[in-house]
């Protein structure tokens, strides 16, 4: 199997080919969303952040934005800033230098001379990039150029009995097609983070699947909360889940079987043809999501159980529940009917192949449901409150 | 009733409605199938043995250890809270 893909100067590989509108804080985000409305193919999404955060939470931010402005679905990348926030011009540009070399234009609000004759000059760069963009024509690339996210959420029993163990086939069959596969939300292993760890292909990636977990844990507990306290919640209990290790691998299980190669921390830079990797998120699907993407994934498979809208500015995300009464409500937002295997386990290789067939489609220039209706939304993973 | 078994591995399955004591359950999956007969109520989506699991041994979903039995735990019984220990392994 293969997918068609644009070629980056970086060498990485995008499946699409959009122009990133980057707002470097929260005072840039509404002059990087006109800018955005005027230019066909330019995304942007509001960055709550980018000033008055600890250093912690600002290393998050700058990797988000880097990462988007480097994620090889981005043709190009226009900054823009207001000038005087803690995330300067400067500071951003060179992060996405240290991990791109794709197109790049930088405007300063408080410079350029406010908001209007910001949003004239960044359109006009921002429309001749989208130019040069549509010049480009897709190529054929082996399923290895890929990097797949998981994401669960708005689980119920449904995910943990088909729809995780579908994603998981679907993560063994890129990886073993020399691709690499990310497991996040870190929260969701408390609990399983033992039966994990065995499957570290070193000991240090043992080591450090323990250490992201008690950090989390650690985190926390700093401000009064205890994650094991109360899990699995009577809900749980009520739906089936009777320990924290059941209930933490049904979420791992999207992951796969094969071993895990390494552990990044939020937003780092992935490397292709890895393997399966694990990535250090928030269970919070929109945050969760966009530490991957800003990693690298260029697309993104996400199971529920009650349904969610969940869409990203930079990648697609793929859909899918094994709840046939949630297909059948959110036909409208969901990608991918799993609910056969509830009936017919049997039918998880046949349906595994139907899943990566939809990657590869999806990979080809297909829109998901969330990209057609325009959903967008994510959130940047925080340490604490702002400054 | 069905049941899925979604690891080889694993002693117990997942009833997929709600089962009553006495009801026949085909549980098949992971290239596992058999058929065993219900020795409890069990409510949708919840686990029912599908061998003897003994007191103290482990039992085993998605292939791994979710806890230990706390008692001799018959075929065709509803696992759950209250024949399951939580046993947090050595790391």
Redesign the interface.
Known sequence: MTFWGYRRPDGRVGIRNHILILPASVCASDTARVIASQVEGAITFHNQNGCAQVPPDQELTMDVMAGFAANPNIYATVVVSLGCENCQMDLVTEAIAARTNKPLRKFIIQECGGTIATVEQATRAARELAQEASELRREEFPLSELILGTECGGSD??SG??AN?LIGEVCDRLVDAGATAVLSETTEFIG?E??L?RRGKTPEVHDRI?EIVHRYEKAMRQVGSDPREGNPSPGN????L?????KS??CI?KGGHRPVSNVYDYAKQLKTKEGLVIMDTPGNDPSSVAGMVAGGCQIVVFSTGRGTPTGNPVAPVIKLTANPITFGKMRDNLDFDASGL?????A?PATAEALLAEVCAVASGKMTKSESLGFMEMAIARVCNYV | M?A???DAKDNVA?V?GAVQKGDTITF???GIEGSITAQSDI?????IARCDIPAGAP?I??G????LAACDIPAGTH???HN?L?N????
Request: aromatic share 4%; no cysteine; glycine share 8%.
């Open positions: 029993p449904t009995l088909a163990p399983a033992h039966l760890a323990l209990k009520a739906g089936g009777t320990t924290l290790e059941e691998l049904g299980h509830l009936e017919a386990p049997e998880m | 069905k899925t078994v979604i997942v997929l098949r999956g992971a409510p949708p989506y919840h686990k039992v979903k998605y791994e250890h979710i806890g696992v759950h809270v399951v939580n947090r392994e050595a790391l």
